[in-house]
């Protein structure tokens, strides 16, 4: 008999892999998008908004006190 923990890990993961899974699809079909003219500026748009929320999401998953990414700076 799986215990509580175990079973939970089993659903999480789950989940995870079918949420992952369609994420990966869905941004394959915006390759799609290739065959179509677009503007430099109108691609980095595409792929700048992909990435800030990429990067929301992976923060999402950061313990709540963890030190966060300080503001830019000439180095």
Do not use: C, W
Not at 29 to 58: N, P
């Amino acid at each position: 008999m799986l215990d509580k923990s175990a079973g939970k890990s089993v659903r999480q993961h789950t989940q995870a892999e079918r949420l992952v899974s369609k994420a990966l699809r869905d941004i394959r079909q915006i390759g799609k998008l290739a065959r179509y003219k677009f503007s430099e500026e109108e691609v980095s748009q595409i792929f700048t908004a992909i990435r800030e929320e990429l990067d929301t999401v992976q923060n999402m998953f950061k313990p709540p006190n963890a030190p966060t990414q300080p503001e830019f700076k000439f180095q």
